[in-house]
């Protein structure tokens, strides 16, 4: 029986099938979001009315035996990072309240061509820029595992949805970790592709050779499907690779990793990880080797330097990607007395628009660019990143894949860490490194840490185009560890409806 | 007491440096499928990329980069095998993104130059013009500034912009400092810029119209004094919006920046704009802050590495060069030196060769627009381009060759085209301009002028050809000028017994 | 870093700050860039720059012309808007 609790493969079944019709589905996930969305502050913005007609639309389709997508009639939560013509795109900063762009992302001209159905726009942290939702300007999503937890950031809103049952799929955009650090937290599934597969076209850039949006999921198959609606050359985007998509769903389906050559970073270890997330990922290697994996321990010693390298190539890209916010074209604008000039507009806007952390890396980037610092600074920081690319270069010449914890802890306690940017940065410790060399990553649930009882993230590396790597050996873990849950781990995850009311309209302030 | 231009001359020794902007005429803008077609209604040529929308990003345009390489092909550059798009990170208004998408230090191209020749005291002498770069970046929007008495940005209420500009492809030429000019720094200056011109227009990579905006100049320009070894502090004037605005320029802030200097002043370093009525320069806004523009490059484009395999190409496709052109067509034309700069000095050589490739003979094509037509934009205030089009004249020309129109009743065919009457044709059927040339209208005329004057007539019958003037006069009178005077002294000649 | 670099990054970057604000970012930019700093201890003068992560050269489109936005569309989120043009601010700089 299809509920929001079945996995969007099994939606799509039942679909084909005729057992449930998409505007059914669409609808139930409306009622859960209801339900359950006062608490969890997943969403920003919900399209009701779009979302149904469009199912309906579907529907039709499918009744006039119209040959479909794979994924037709399955809903889908979209970080509000990416532009959709004539919705809200807010970013999640107050800057971009009430702005509807006049053009559709190329994620979701794809999206909207395979038909899949977009419920609403996700919470972020603004502009991207965290590892907990706190800094949306809309107030923080919370962990359905316990909502006075973060559900990870910057995606926690695409996460807390997978999380929460009120949506199967998500979009989310990973910098340097913000799709798979949620998704280690929330116990779900999330995949950065290789950049320049999945088009950035439409995605609003926090740190543009950074930036890359990919799928978010409750299975790893789930993944794949999504990941092969939304990967492909874009003509719209130079970084775009004109190369075919590896079978990333094929992939997933097969699951066999008996024979790969599994890289375990010895970096991603020891001091500041927590210590059930070292058990579980222990756990998983132990899985692996079981399912006749060979495991090679590698050093990577330039990622030490990852996370210096990337708050400075970040927020340096950042500070010019995030001046066009300047009141005068679209978005906010605050003059506080007449006559004020178009400069002072732009100084009073930004200043009062913009949020704390992303004031802070603007500055941070404006400062590394600067005549005088910009060799010591963001000139250093691109050697830094020759140097990993080298590592994993050296790694992947004798390993199929490289593995790490996704996250060295689990989820932390709302507020926690909000006036330490530094303990904050070192959530996407082991997450950064991927986007810097520009190479695919996944995480998935590896389990709970014994002294929480929340969900650990174990992540998948994998060279260049090799995204199919990512899925096969995910999908082979994730087997095994269904086997031993006795299914989704989401299964464990507490009733939300008895902790709703708690928390009901704490998510926005 | 002021210094003239003279007295600065004596005293100092001029540097120049000439930074050109160029709009490419692409089809589509730089980074974006825009339109680039001038004067189009506001906003109407704009996309989520040129509006710097949010998430929007750029694609480069391929027909840009030929044309860049073709610019420093013409000017002797090297092309770089390796170059890259980089941010410069200022605010402004008209600019969407906050930063302009350009080339730093990594042009397209590279250490060239372009020889121009001026005529001195001491007769032709050419000036070599060193080129330092050619880059590509993008054009920015255009603001209107509202209320205030002048309509100028300082006091104005409120402005308006109009992105349809935005992203029109630009390729800035800089020059490396010109020395050793002396007086002839003005001359050098406006030869360099005509040499451009004539250089981009051959290469059909741009309109080059500087009262369009499509070629525009900043002239940098310091003072050191004569054999001091030094270099002074320069000042770069814009807003120079003609060939004739750029020598007037130069010799306007040599002058100032002379003056200055006299009177134990210092030059400082800042941008001026050029005044157009006067011929002076004024200060722009003195900025709090030098800018410091953060350049580093372009994340959202990849390099551009030009295989020296479609550089050569290019190479070998390249029109010949004005210069060399002017000289070969000063051959064909037969046309003594004096007349043929007399064109060149005149702008007019374009015209008169578009003229002669419609059709016309090129001595007449260029006798009627440095004649009649020039007169003519002369009073209108106006330069004969714009009054008329080659087209229009060669169909002019052809029409005197066929003997259909009179020197003079052309001369009132292009007084009617200007007047934007219509074609030539219409012009003439609506003025009636046409010459007479029907036998019976003419034979009527003739037969009116023997009956009013029979003793003149008798007098040619009897074989005083000489005579016949008479009759004619009054033909060519009645007809109202309209009649071929040839054909006329046919036709009476027959008539009287003589033909 | 002094105060007055920080009000210099606050004016480059267009952003109004108080006092407070200032001080308390002078603080946190000190704190994250001793931190980041370390980029320097292997960034040797042999190892280049790595600005793309994928290498790739002459990625070009074709000189055509694709449809614009209208003019409404164009100025759909214009805070401020008259004779089908952005309307701003009095602008202060250079003509
Ligand atoms: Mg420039
Ligand atoms: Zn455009």
Known sequence: MTSIFSTASEMAESLKQKEISSVELVQMHYDRIEKVDSGVHAFLHLDKAGALAKAKIIDDKRAAGEKLSPLAGIPLALKDVLTQKNQPTTCGSKILENWR?????????RLNANDVVILGKTNMDEFAMGSSTENSAYGPSRNPWDLTRIPGGSGGGSSASLAAFEAPLAIGTDTGGSIRQPAAVTGTVGVKPTYGTVSRYGLIAFSSSLDQAGPCARTVLDAALLHQVIAGYDEKDSTSINQPIPDVVAAAKKGEVKGIKIGVVKEFQGEGYQKGVLNRFQESLDILVNLGAELVELSCPSFDYALAAYYLIAPSEASSNLARFDAMRYGLRISETAGQSAEEVMRITRGKGFGPEVKRRIMLGTYALSSGYYDAYYGSALKVRTLIKRDFEKAFSQVDVLVSPTAPTTAFKI??????PLAM?????CTIPTNLAGIGGMSLPAGLAEEDNLPVGFQIMAPVMQDDRLYNVGAALERALH???GGNILKQIPDLNNLVGIFAGKGSN | MALSFDQVIEKYEPTLGLEVHVELNTKSKMFCGCATTFGAEPNTQVCPVCLGLPGALPAVNAKAIESSIKIGLALNCKISPFNRFARKNYFYPDMPKNFQTSQYDEPICYDGYLDVEIDTDEGKKTFRVEIERVHMEEDTGKSLHVGGATGRIHGADYSLLDYNRAGIPLVEIVTKMVKGTGKYAPEVAKAYVTALRDILRSLEVSDVKMEQGSLRCDANLSLAPINSNTLGTRSETKNVNSLRSVERAVRGEMIRQGNLLESGGKVIQETRHFLEESGETRPGRSKEQAEDYRYFQEPDLLPVAPESKWVEEIRNSLPEKPAVRRKRLQAEWQVPDKEFDAMLNADLLEEVVQTVAAGADPTRARSWWLGEISRL??????????????VDVATVIKLIEQGELTDKLARQVVEGVINKEGTPQEVIVKRNLKVVSDDSALMKAIEEAIAAQPDTAQRV???NIPAAGALIGAV?????????????????LKHLGQG | MELKEVKHLANLARIEMSDEELIKIQKELDLILNSVARVQEVAKDDIPATSHAIEMVNVFRKDEVKSSLSNQEALSGAPAQEEARFK?????GEE
């Not at chain 1, 762009?101 to 001209?109: A, F, G, K, Q």
């Open chain 1, 101 to 109: 762009p006049p053009y559709d992302s190329t994620v979701v001209e």
């Open chain 1, 415 to 420: 507020g926690e860490k909000a006036n330490d």
């Open chain 1, 425 to 429: 940065y070192l959530n996407d410790i």
């Open chain 1, 483 to 485: 086997e031993k849950w």
């Open chain 2, 377 to 390: 934009a002369n009073e209108a205030g106006k330069s004969p381009a714009e009054l008329i089009s080659t």
């Open chain 2, 461 to 463: 019958r009897d074989g």
């Open chain 2, 476 to 492: 060519m009178k009645s007809t109202g000028g309209q009649a071929d005077a040839a054909k006329v002294r046919q036709l009476l």
């Open chain 3, 88 to 92: 701003v601010p009095q602008i202060l």
